[in-house]
């Protein structure tokens, strides 16, 4: 008897052949003159292929880089190509597409479906299978494709000629030929998992099967094409190590550098609510968002192990307040947004407090803002706040002079207030070096966050960065804020003055 998730499968199955069916309407008016000259221009394009074949899939304008990617399957016989793209970029769904082109316009032959097992293979394999059996326009245009005795879950053949099998790792894939060809395409989709990644003769194990086992299976003398699709989700995994080895590694991040939607199906709007409710509150962890989103795996626990929160004693009470910028510059002082912190710290009975923090992708007319909103902070907390610093060594140069400057002024002209920002221009040494020399404070719960603020979006955030500091580390710049402001609080202020290191500081002030 079969089990009532095992029905509810097959119902879900049942119900997307439908919907492929329906979807796929064909005009039986059409003379085969006609449609011949039809298929023929399809096949030369494409995009227009995927469009008139998968309008289930293709729903969207593809973006830049799915075009591309292409581009670059199709042109290229002989390939290795890796795609770290992001959740909801598509990944599966366009090597589908591109998959069944391939083989319709007898490019490819012989395909091999790699996952992590072979059921997470086969379900992989199994739209390709129903839309080979529902789908009427390829129907219609390529025949009736299912074949009586070769058609199962991990194996078919087409009567078109080409086939799918599906492999999870370790599973012997020689043998594998349909008539006398071999394999002459391979997909390895979802094959890392975090599990396996925690250990590193595992993913080296897998790997080696990959190179050793699965290629192989190629005949010399026809070309081979493989598509790798996964994200980056450890620093050590199969993907970073045939990115490495691949003719094109494909990173593409649901946003980029400036924090557009990298496809314009996905509105910014969009993406703010899969990470946020209507509170400003996280639903998922900055963690996550990182490694699933961004490829961008945190090392959690490499050099801080622990985040302490505390109560922060009145601002007054300090023996030294310090506020510190971090400002990744980007020339354009309004519109391009970059990763930017801003911190106020300060120094009680040797323990360092971080009282509020002010991280993520802003402006720099948004940073000054922040460095507003520090000043506000400590004249309410009854604190001078002529204590304000900005990183401007020689590598960001001349950033604070042209970009920095003029929106501080400009800041002064709207809200009548000269915020006192004085240029840190240090020689500093590598990030993670001078995060590192953090770790002892850290470790002794010497670096306390203040716990009013532990629900706040941005104080959030720096609890991830915080965590997942490492050498790979992409997101270090709240770390590096509270680094900065700890430094100048133990080398640079002295209490009730400001003297500094001869040479250290430009106490040039804005």
Not at 47 to 68: Q, R
Request: glycine share 6%; aromatic share 10%.
């Amino acid at each position: 008897m079969a089990k009532q998730s095992d029905k509810k499968h097959l119902e879900n199955w049942s119900l997307f052949r439908d919907n492929i069916a329906k979807s796929t309407p064909v005009d039986i008016r059409e003379s085969e003159i006609q449609k011949k000259k039809r298929i023929a221009a399809l096949e030369a394009d494409p995009e227009k292929w995927f469009a008139y074949y998968f309008p289930s899939y293709y729903t969207a304008e593809p973006a830049p880089f799915h075009k591309k990617a292409t581009k670059r399957v199709v042109d290229n016989p002989e390939w290795l190509e890796v795609r770290s793209w992001s959740r909801e970029l598509a990944k599966s769904a366009r090597t589908m597409m591109e998959a069944l082109y391939l083989s319709f316009t007898k490019k490819k032959k012989v395909w091999l479906m790699i996952s992590n097992t072979e059921d997470n293979a086969k379900r992989l394999l199994l739209p390709y299978k129903n839309l080979l059996e529902s789908n009427n326009r390829i129907i219609n245009d390529y025949g009736v494709q299912r074949q009586v005795g070769k058609w199962e879950d991990h194996e078919f053949t087409t009567k078109w000629g080409f086939s799918f099998r599906a492999l999870g790792a370790g599973q012997s894939p020689r043998g594998t030929r349909n008539d006398a060809a071999r394999p002459d395409a391979i997909i390895i989709d979802d094959f890392d998992t975090d599990e396996k990644c925690r250990n590193k003769d595992r993913v080296k194990a897998d790997t080696d099967w990959i190179q050793e086992a699965v290629i192989p299976t190629r005949s010399v003398s026809v070309p081979l094409l493989v598509i790798i699709n996964g994200n980056i989700i450890h620093k050590y995994c199969t993907i970073t190590i045939m990115g490495e080895l691949a003719d094109c590694w494909d990173i593409v991040n649901l946003t980029d550098k400036a924090g557009k939607p990298t496809w314009a199906k996905n509105t910014p709007e969009m993406i703010r609510a899969m990470f946020y409710n209507s509170k400003g509150k996280r639903k998922i962890s900055k963690k996550a968002e990182q490694k699933e989103y961004y490829n961008n795996p945190s090392a959690e626990g490499d050099t801080f192990k622990q985040i302490v929160y505390g109560k922060c004693p009145p601002l007054k009470k300090c023996e030294k307040v310090v506020t510190y910028v971090d400002s990744s510059p980007s020339n354009n002082r309004e519109k391009n947004s970059s990763s930017k912190a801003v911190i106020i710290i300060g120094l009680f009975e040797g323990k360092y407090y971080i009282y509020r923090v002010w991280l993520g992708k802003a402006t720099n007319r948004e940073m000054v803002g922040w460095i507003g909103q520090a000043y506000n902070y400590l004249d309410r907390g009854g604190i001078d706040a002529k204590k304000m610093f900005i990183e401007n060594n020689s590598l960001q140069d001349p950033h604070f002079q042209q970009v920095v400057k003029p929106l501080l002024e400009q800041y002064r002209k709207e809200h009548g207030i000269k915020l006192p920002v004085r240029e840190d221009k240090r020689k500093k040494a590598d990030k993670f070096e001078r995060l590192e020399n953090m770790a002892d404070d850290n470790e002794d719960g010497n670096i306390i966050f203040n716990e009013k603020e532990k629900e706040n979006p941005m104080m959030v955030q720096m609890e991830d960065e915080w965590l997942g500091v490492s050498k790979d580390s992409k997101e270090m710049d709240g770390p590096d804020a509270v680094e900065g402001g700890k430094t100048m609080i133990d080398t640079r202020v002295v209490k009730d003055d400001l003297a500094y290191a001869s040479g250290q500081i430009e106490s040039r002030r804005y």
